[in-house]
């Protein structure tokens, strides 16, 4: 670890103040510690924003929530709110991670780690996200746990967020505060960036912007929610693939259905077109295989993560017909109330 | 004075006869309150005055060698001590036992990761940062081979073979010929290696984490160029070991040479990553075995070839047919290893050298023979059970095998056992497999004292997690008739009598019968000062009882009585086959659709003797299945196909069986026994045999469940997925 200054900030205000292009912020420290003592992350100065009011409450948002980015993922997956409405959140948040790591980490940090890809991880291998222009050693390196959408010959690394993904299926937006003060919401495929050439600029922050919450939609009355998490243990291990969906059932047909998933692209990933196939359509097995397959249709797998195609379509098709009624729902799969 | 006493014969089963009631009780450990309150000081934990703290620094090229560090980056950070590194510095841990340095390569770099110097600073903050910037500059060699399956150099041992293959294998009914893989796997102790060194007068005193002190202190000595006598290793704790912690490694050589050149103390810990590259790994396997059978299932060929990895000029290569050469007998037998000499981290003794890996493929076999057959897994074991060891032609020791497979059998379940069932989603199945693992005795020597106070045991045998401190406690507590508040156990510095070290599961058996055995020198001299014969003499609760005479301790015992012994191997090694013997039966669910396994129950029975700690021993028995476990379904070490080097250098993505992976039931029990030519005791090493075939119960048991055989571990649900659609599921 490089030596820092480090910086208690008060207010938001002071935090911008504070930030740019060498500082970092600090919240839970869960993964931008790891970082600095591997000298991935060499930040000159950190602002910790832990203590910033105001940031750490899950409160009412018309008929949705908002969550402060200082609300820790423990405490978000108990909430009894989002246990009831949003449940495919809090089971996203509790296959992540570990114990004592949720009850540190936040939900600003949780949208902003940083891939688990091992040769980011090394400083001795050639890594575009770490040093931009250096070439990317995982193209032909290990890459079981490599991205097989969104990414592009410089970058092939997944984002590792449970949290993220099923957000993107709740449509939930991220507020984020500008360096003038301004605060707009963004859907999360406007606030993660793919790679293309810059895979160092991982979302549309910028040097001096901060992330300060999470604005849930209104609850979708009577929807099926389901968040599922293949890894290679039972716990505490990042996804190959996940698969996060909301899904509603009217008259025989599925009204609506938003599916994000994990593991699998620089960011959550989702397509409309799978979306498309689905709504308005009786449950039906050769549906959602044809579905999973319109899914993996335009993947581009490392050699050693070819497999997350069959299982990617496989859990697809598991978490559709748990959701629609075809199978008996799993722990993981929930039934929301039909009145919100 | 000492004693030393060799196992040719069985000794009387003098355990039996003691009044006390110590031995095989669940005592607690004496150390456990020490532990669970971070009081127990590991060698990381002791920092005195004037300390300085060593990083380690990796080779980032595959093979070459090292031509200049370049310590310019290094000028802005405050409190850099000196950069070292030279002749004696050590490319690895020394293998187990080498009782001599390991290599030792100068600049050469052979490996990926391989240490090649030390940053020493005022504060390890400095140095670790110190570390990462230092600029080294190589004369790469290029075209090192990584790839144990394309190596160029492979050294095939001479078949140990008996019997006609081709007529045996000609006339069977039934035949397998499979070829399973394990991929390469590390120990994951708890406990980072670390060291800390000091010099006192041109005497080196390290407090380590080592398993074995005897060796450690020959090794260290020879490393850094001074005779063993001027050598001081202390070890009393040990955050877990599994065979990383045998020999000497570069943690406590870079220490001490440090401490010496510096004089002053010098503390090394290595990061978990540096743990990864610089740690003696489990080689991966490629195992060929054949198998064939005639129609009453008997075994009539059985033959089981393997292609391991190691560098050049390792001696160790992975012993992964050792259970197969003596668990089942058969006409012809053929066994072969091959050695591919590969630039990857070398390889070493991981937990069950051997059976851990070697056993899996074995019992997954002999589940596919009985497949083959049509016949219950079970049966086709308790039918080949062979009268005399196959290739040598030895008596077996105690063996119970036949028990542990019925009584596991009844008490698992097996015959209602759920076959081709459903829940919901998951496909339910059971399997099973057979244990073994070979027991050894190692020299061990001890010291007991006693006093009118109590008694002091005295040893530089490790505790490893193992729980020595209780059993050692509880031996001398049952033969010199105390409660264990009474006994005081001392470990873990060479300057107390040398013991086996913690390895090979020999530590308990070996240090322990040295333990017996100076203990019951003291009965001597107590039986000859109450004038009785040893064998009327009645210890129990601090009162001694002989020839009508009845005294307490405090009354007989003036000033101290000492025993000291040592126990050797012996004749009883040559005449006698000794192993450890069990069963393992398993129930697991297999997603249908994610090929995600999950364990729901798993009970293992063991064969180890008598038991000596019947809690310490259930906890290494269903550690060890866990591990098991693990190792059939998720452990993995990836490398670079490219540098060799280990892309999963941390406990997060090197994945250990979690907790949710260890859910299920998991239980283990032992049938209590007797092996009077094991040792003194008549108790055999448990803390390798819970690991070996553990996995080969839940292959066995995911075929079962979902009629696929997975044959290249670890079962990720990956690879049951594609065994699944291969099948048109």
Known sequence: MRPFDYTRAGTLDEAGAQLGKTAAVIAGGTNILDLMKLQIMTPERLVDIGRVPGLDGIEADGDGLRVGALVRNSDLAADGRIRAGWPVLSRALLSGASGQIRNKATTGGNLLQRTRCPYFYDPAMACNKREPGAGCAAKEGVGRMLAIFGTSEHCLAAHP???????????????????????????????????????????????????????????VAGSVQAYRKVRDRASYAFALVSVAAVVTVEDGRIARARLAFGGVAPRPWANDAVTAMLEGEAPDDALFRAAADRLTADAAPHPDN?????????????????????????IGTDRTDAAA | MTQTFKMDEPLPRLLDETRQGLIGTPMNRPDGPLKVSGRADYAADRLPDGTAHGVLVRATITKGKVTRLDESALAGIEGVVAVLSGPNFVRNPAQGMAGESPVQPGPRVDYHGQPIALVVAETFEAARDAAQRLVVEYDDAGGAEVDPDSASEVETDDP??????????????AKVDVTYTTPGQVSAAMEPHAALAHWDSGRLTLHGSQQMLRFNRKELADAVGVDPSEVRILSPYVG??????????????????????????????????????????????????????DADGRLLALGHDDLVSNLPEE???????????????????????????????????????????????????????????GMDPVELRLK???????????????RRLADCLRQGAERFGWAQRPKAERDGDWLIGCGMAAAARKNMLTKAAARVRLTGAGAVVETDMTDIGTGSYAILAQIAGELLGLPESKVEVRLADTDLPG???????????????????????????????????????????????????????????????????????????????????????????????????????????????????????????????????????????????????????????????????????????????????????????????????????????????????????????????????????
Not at chain 2, 331 to 353: E, K, N, Y
């Open chain 1, 161 to 219: 967020s449970d949290m993220a993904v099923a957000l993107r299926a709740l449509d939930a937006k991220v507020a984020v505060r500008a360096a003038d003060g301004s605060e707009r919401t963004l859907p999360l495929d406007e606030f993660y960036r793919l790679p293309a050439d810059r895979p160092d600029i991982e979302t549309v922050l910028g040097p001096d912007g901060i992330v300060t919450g999470v604005v849930l939609p209104a609850p």
């Open chain 1, 306 to 330: 070819e497999f997350k195609l069959p299982m990617l379509r496989r859990t697809l098709v598991s978490v559709l017909r748990e959701t629609t009624g075809l199978a008996e729902p799993s």
């Open chain 2, 160 to 173: 140990d073979a008996t019997g006609d293959w081709d007529e045996a294998w000609g006339r069977a009914a």
């Open chain 2, 240 to 293: 877990g070991g599994f065979g990383s912690k045998l020999g000497i490694g570069a943690e406590a050589v870079s220490a001490a040479l440090a401490s010496r050149d510096l004089g002053r103390p010098v503390r090394v810990v290595m990061a978990r990553q540096t743990v990864f590259d610089a740690v003696l790994r489990r080689t991966q396997t490629s195992q060929h075995v054949r198998l064939a059978a």
């Open chain 2, 315 to 373: 001696s160790f290569a992975e012993p992964t047919t050792n259970a197969s050469q003596f668990t089942y007998g058969a006409a012809a037998l053929r066994f072969q290893q091959s050695v591919a000499r590969i630039h990857r981290t070398p390889s070493g003794s991981v937990r069950a050298p051997g059976e851990a890996v070697g056993m899996v493929v074995l019992e997954a076999a002999v589940d596919e023979l009985a497949g083959e057959l």
């Open chain 2, 384 to 398: 080949n059970i062979p009268d005399t060891a196959p290739l040598t032609g030895q008596d077996y020791s105690g």
């Open chain 2, 499 to 729: 013991a086996s070290g913690s390895g090979g599961s020999f530590g308990a058996g070996s240090t322990g019968s040295a333990v017996f055995l100076a203990a019951r020198r003291i009965r001597e001299q107590l039986a000859a000062q109450l004038g009785c014969e040893p064998g009327e003499l009645t210890l129990q609760d601090g009162i001694a009882r002989g020839a009508n005479v009845e005294k307490s301790l405090a009354d007989l015992v003036q000033d101290e009585l000492v025993g000291e012994a040592e126990i050797a191997s012996g004749e009883a090694a040559k005449s006698h086959l000794s192993a450890g013997w069990g069963a393992h039966f398993c129930e697991v669910a297999v997603h249908a659709w994610t090929g995600e396994v999950r364990v729901r129950r798993m009970l293992g029975l063991f064969d180890i003797g008598r038991v000596l700690n019947r809690k310490t021993a259930t906890s290494q028995a269903v550690g060890g299945m866990i591990w098991g476990l693990g190792g059939a379904l998720t452990e993995e070490l990836h490398h670079d196909p490219r540098t060799g080097h280990i892309a999963n250098r941390d406990l997060a993505n090197y994945h250990v069986a979690a907790h949710a992976d260890a859910a299920g039931r998991i239980e283990a029990d032992f049938v209590d026994d007797r092996d009077d030519w094991a040792n003194p005791m008549q108790s055999k090493g448990v803390g390798e045999l819970g690991i070996s075939g553990s996995g080969g119960a839940v292959l066995n048991a995911i075929h079962a469940a979902a009629g696929v055989r997975i044959r290249h571990l670890p079962a990720t649900p990956d690879k049951v997925i594609a065994a699944l659609e291969a099948a048109g599921r």
